[in-house]
T-cell receptor, first 113, second 117 residues
């Protein structure tokens, strides 16, 4: 069974602080995605990374895919209350069923003004 | 509409009853997934179907969970003989392959929150 471990599970910080969320696995993934989910809504895709070592930036968010394609990180600079939400990483395994994504349990982020 | 919509948004059922949850996905999206989301287990795929199927490929758990796809962009998740452990948010997602990355991109509905008493 492929597992994606996310850490930390919960994170509460003040506005303006930086933070990093981690997503780790012992398995190799062909691609990895990060989603953000707000209460009462479904997850919304933030980014897809496919190449080992790849770094993608989305405004104040920086996503990195590990060289071995087993792990990923999400770094937020100068967090704002609007960043509050559940951050989910999801990996797609090689072969297997049609694009079946495996999700981590998520990191619940709260940014206080 | 442009997104994935699910109904009902909230459902309360007595233990042992059957429940049906509906998903209207995005026209043109091929594969449709049902996920169950709980605080303890995170998000796990229950079943998914491809465009040419009313067949469903069941994830875990199987048996009491099945999906029907009467139309290409409509799916109904059926849960038979509900148990208290079935209380969760059920998310529907349709997928489209992203041309630049080659990865499947999921578009999720807002979910149906099921409470089994």
């Amino acid at each position: 069974t492929q597992l994606l471990e996310q850490s930390p599970q919960f994170l509460s910080i003040q506005e303006g602080e930086n933070l990093t969320v981690y997503c780790n696995s012992s398995s190799v993934f062909s691609s990895l995605q990060w989603y953000r989910q707000e209460p009462g809504e479904g997850p919304v895709l933030l980014v897809t990374v496919v190449t080992g070592g790849e770094v993608k930036k989305l405004k104040r968010l920086t996503f990195q895919f590990g060289d071995a394609r087993k792990d990923s990180s999400l770094h937020i600079t100068a967090a704002q209350p609007g960043d509050t939400g559940l951050y989910l990483c999801a990996g797609r395994n090689y072969g297997g069923s049609q694009g079946n994504l495996i999700f981590g349990k998520g990191t619940k982020l709260s940014v206080k003004p | 509409g442009a997104g994935v919509s699910q109904s009902p948004r909230y459902k309360v059922a007595k233990r042992g009853r059957d429940v049906a949850l509906r998903c209207d996905s995005i026209s043109g999206h091929v594969t449709l997934y049902w996920y169950r989301q709980t605080l303890g287990q995170g998000s796990e795929v229950l079943t998914y179907s491809q465009s040419d199927a009313q067949r469903d490929k069941s994830g875990r758990p199987s048996g009491r969970f099945s999906a029907e796809r009467p139309e290409r962009s409509v799916s109904t998740l059926k849960i038979q003989r509900t148990e208290q452990g079935d209380s969760a948010v059920y998310l529907c997602a349709s997928s489209l392959r992203d041309r630049s990355s080659g990865a499947n991109v999921l578009t999720f509905g807002a979910g149906s929150r099921l409470t089994v008493l």
